[in-house]
């Protein structure tokens, strides 16, 4: 099953700008992960398109999954969350086709992914990043852990995963996360802007060179996601979850 309702779509001129709306924090659902992903897979498809931006309606980017939901996931749901963190990051890390994320608020946890598997990351300055997994007790699905360490540094990898605190955009920046730092009222310009430099590129070229960089990594996921797990949740998953759930209200 798939959704992809809660994602809006606009082209301009040969940019295909995608806007993550459902409100209040984009909060990750299985159906709607591989309705992102259909989406992806349709714009790859679709010659009349040269690059993707992606970006949030909500003023937080993505706080990844809806932790009161997923406190009361039963077996079959932790394999579909899985299963479309998996598919979702997958096809937009493969995709051949120039991919710009628009960071204004917020992008933790498997929101993270949506600027992690991205070619270029332009933020303003109320953005912040963190990979919170291990504060609500649960490890990384095969797909962003292997997206994580291809595009992160060990010691930055280290930092997020281990601590599970967000960072500003200046130290995302630093970390290689971010590009460039723009204010908040040029957030959406300045993507569709660098989106149009990378659309000039020879798109042969580029789907080409992409592939060398990451395929690697691609093939790792597609080798690593043939494995099922029973369960994502460890024993203490549940406990963290309901206790960050109570820390945040």
Same mark, same amino acid.
């Given at each position: 099953?798939?959704?992809?309702?809660?994602?809006t779509e606009t082209d301009h001129g040969g940019i295909r700008h995608m806007v993550l709306n459902a409100s209040p924090v984009n909060a990750l659902r299985a159906d709607g992960l591989m309705g992102f992903a259909d989406l992806i897979c349709a714009a790859e498809a679709d010659k009349t398109i040269r690059a993707i931006v992606i970006s949030?309606?909500?003023k937080v980017f993505s706080a990844g999954l809806d932790l009161k939901a997923a406190s009361e996931f039963n077996q079959d749901e932790? @394999?579909?969350? #899985?299963?479309?963190?998996?598919?979702a990051f997958l096809q937009l890390f493969a995709?051949?086709? &120039?991919?710009?994320t628009a960071v204004n608020g917020a992008a933790l946890a498997g929101g993270l992914f949506f600027v992690l598997a991205a070619?270029?990351?332009?933020?303003?300055p109320r953005a912040s990043f963190g990979l919170a997994e291990? @504060?609500?007790? #649960?490890d990384f699905p095969v797909g962003p852990m292997e997206i994580a360490r291809a595009t992160l540094s &060990?010691?930055?990898?280290?930092?997020?995963?281990?601590?599970?605190?967000?960072i500003?955009?200046?130290a995302a920046q630093d970390a290689g996360i971010v590009d460039r730092i723009v204010p908040q009222e040029g957030l959406i310009s300045a993507a569709l802007q660098d989106a149009a430099t990378f659309a000039a590129i020879p798109p042969g070229a580029y789907a080409s060179v992409k592939r060398q960089i990451r395929n690697e990594t691609i093939q790792n996921i597609h080798t690593q996601m043939q494995v099922t797990r029973k369960e994502w949740f460890l024993p203490e998953t549940r406990t963290a979850m309901r206790a960050m759930i109570k820390g945040k209200s």
């Open positions: 099953m798939s959704d992809s309702s809660w994602i949030s309606g909500c932790q @394999r579909q969350i #899985v299963d479309g963190l998996n598919h995709c051949p086709k &120039p991919v710009i070619d270029h990351r332009v933020a303003s291990v @504060r609500v007790g #649960v &060990p010691n930055d990898l280290r930092r997020l995963m281990l601590s599970g605190q967000p500003g955009v200046e």
